[in-house]
């Protein structure tokens, strides 16, 4: 591996795991409330379109393994956002 493929490793793997802290306090607390859902489906698009890209033109495993990743953290948030583990009681 030369030094240009460990950046783009590094650089895939930060922003891969950029979603992970916001992720675990959602599946933690149990609710998406507080997340913008426009935001969040917005970026899920942006993902998947990116990702079909990679993999239709010149495929790269550093980026792919990035917007996987990503994707994968958006769909557990946007799950908790439509389908909340936390039932709430009427006051």
Known sequence: MNMVELLGWLGATCFAICGL???VKVVKDGHGDGLSKPFLWLWFWGEV???????LSSFS????????????FLVIMLK????PAVKYEME
């Open 21 to 23: 802290p916001q992720t």
């Open 49 to 55: 379109l990116t990702l079909v890209y990679i993999c």
């Open 61 to 72: 495993l550093p980026l792919f393994f990035n917007y996987a990743v990503n994707l994968t």
């Open 80 to 83: 908790y956002c439509y389908f």
